[in-house]
């Protein structure tokens, strides 16, 4: 999952980030990109919608459970389980 964006000038005029297209030529405001390889907050969602179980609590899918020391499920009240 990942989340890209196209910010144009926007960050460059804040850092000031800018390139001459010639030379002589007047400088000009790069564009910039964002990219991450992990949106976070679409990965917790993916997870919820495909391991909520029917009491309202969370299954950890073993592969996570090494990161959660060992925890098989989130309960209701948000502790691990």
């Given at each position: 999952?990942?989340?890209?964006?196209?910010?144009?000038?926007?960050?460059?005029?804040?850092?000031?980030?800018?390139?001459?297209?010639?030379?002589?030529?007047?400088?000009e405001?790069?564009?910039?990109?964002?990219?991450?390889?992990?949106?976070?907050?679409?990965?917790?969602?993916a997870?919820?919608?495909?391991?909520?179980?029917?009491?309202?609590?969370?299954?950890?899918?073993?592969?996570?459970r090494?990161?959660?020391?060992?925890?098989?499920?989130?309960?209701?009240?948000?502790?691990?389980?």
């Amino acid at each position: 999952m990942s989340s890209c964006s196209n910010f144009r000038d926007f960050q460059a005029r804040r850092a000031n980030i800018r390139y001459r297209p010639a030379p002589g030529a007047k400088p000009e405001y790069v564009h910039t990109l964002n990219g991450s390889g992990l949106a976070l907050p679409r990965l917790m969602i993916a997870v919820i919608e495909n391991y909520q179980q029917p009491d309202g609590t969370i299954r950890i899918p073993e592969v996570l459970r090494p990161y959660l020391h060992g925890a098989t499920r989130i309960g209701v009240d948000g502790n691990l389980e």
